[in-house]
């Protein structure tokens, strides 16, 4: 094997540009901007109809972008988010509001699954 | 005797780590911020870095330009980094040769040595502005693309080279030019890794140039980067010290890849008789 092959000067940036293309790759093929996850109650019961609003970063300030709803199971799903640090909040007439929760992303528009659910204070009746 | 000296080795090398690990404080204390959002100025601070995270990494890449920074900042480092070695090589090679004047053309460069760069930033502005260089990558270089101290890196590394090598090359026909690349390039390699690391930390940190000189945020390099993000978001400190984080990390990478060879370089002058 030739020695500017094997050298340290060759070696690592070749390591480097492989590990940032592998990034790249990856980031690819997640970037779709889906947001998914689950709202629930004070005793862990999905809460069907709720709002779920979507706020993203600009700087210093968090300025609503989306809006959606849950199914009956709790469920939202938000799509073509393009931002990278982001806070949800669930609204419901009977509950009130959730607790504001921050959501940090890898890189922008990572579609994400929260394995935490939205959760309210209070209980459904 | 040997327990002594044993003893002795142990001791130094203990001084030598906590010299070290004062040394590096500074270093931890810009890591440890930036892989949190702790005040700098919290009483009492804490040593260990408290629900670490790299987030302020991603904001510092999406908030600001950081790419084309970067790019500039490589373009520009990559430029002047090339031209040091070609010009240096030249100009120390030219130096090791006895020439009418040469006493003068030492005296010239070890005194314009001692000029700061700041007293001749008007002239070179103009000459860059003469030339049309201004807000552009070739610009940007310009002031560093040979350095003094490295011609003399260079100067001091051919004269280590035996002048029978030199001589041998000369009767087989080389050219002067062929002498300096076949011949003692690579017989200096500590000399260039010098080069590339002193050129390459130079251009990387320069920030009063690249002021002047750039028109447009898009021709701006990372430490211009860097002001404008704390003009732009002061309040947090966890995502500028990620910044400089990612504005040091590269210099700190090319010292260590040439270390042992930029170490051989900066004492081989120092040791010739």
């Known amino acids: 094997m030739p020695q500017w092959l094997v050298n340290r000067w060759t070696i690592v940036p070749l390591l480097f540009s492989a590990l940032v293309l592998a990034w790249n790759g990856y980031v690819a093929i997640n970037d779709g901007g889906l947001i998914e996850g689950r709202v629930v109650d004070g005793i862990g019961r999905p809460v069907p109809d709720a709002t779920v609003i979507l706020f993203d970063r600009s700087f210093v300030m968090h300025n609503e972008r989306q809006r959606s709803r849950t199914d009956e199971a709790g469920r939202f799903r938000f799509t073509g988010n393009d931002n990278h640090s982001l806070q949800l909040e669930a609204q419901t007439a009977g509950l009130g509001r959730s607790e504001r929760r921050e959501v940090r992303l890898w890189f922008r528009a990572q579609n994400v699954t929260l394995a935490d659910p939205l959760r309210f204070t209070g209980r459904l009746p | ?273």
């Open chain 2, 1 to 273: 005797m040997t327990t002594m000296r044993r003893r002795g080795t142990y001791l130094r090398h203990a001084a030598l780590v906590g010299v070290s690990a004062i040394m590096l404080v500074p270093f931890y204390w810009v890591l440890k911020t930036a892989v949190t959002n702790e005040n700098i100025y919290a009483y009492p601070p804490r040593l260990l870095p408290e629900r670490p995270h790299l987030f302020n990494f991603v904001d510092v890449w999406y908030f600001i330009p950081f790419p084309r920074y970067l790019l500039n900042s490589v373009i520009v480092s990559a430029i002047v980094v090339a031209c040091n070695i070609a010009f240096n090589a030249m100009a120390g090679y030219a130096l090791t040769k006895n020439f009418p004047g040469k006493r003068a053309v030492l005296l010239l460069f070890l005194s314009c040595m001692l000029i700061p760069f700041q007293a001749t930033i008007i002239p070179a502005y103009l000459i860059t502005s003469k030339l049309g260089l201004l807000n552009s990558y070739v610009g940007l270089a310009f002031p560093l693309l040979s350095t003094i101290v490295c011609i003399f890196v260079f100067k001091a590394a051919f004269e280590a080279v035996p002048h029978s090598l030199v001589d041998a090359a000369r009767i087989d026909g080389l050219s002067e030019w062929r002498i300096i690349v076949r011949v003692l390039m690579p017989l200096s390699k500590a000399a260039i890794a010098t080069n590339v690391v002193l050129a390459f930390i130079w251009s990387w940190n320069a920030f009063l140039w690249p002021l002047i000189i750039t028109r447009e945020p898009t021709m701006q390099t990372l430490p211009l980067g860097l002001a404008r993000f704390l003009s732009y978001l002061e309040d947090t400190t966890g995502a500028l010290y990620a910044f400089a984080v990612m504005v040091l990390a590269p210099s700190i990478f090319v010292f260590l890849m040439a270390q042992r060879e930029f170490i051989r370089g900066l004492t081989s002058g120092a040791t010739k008789g």
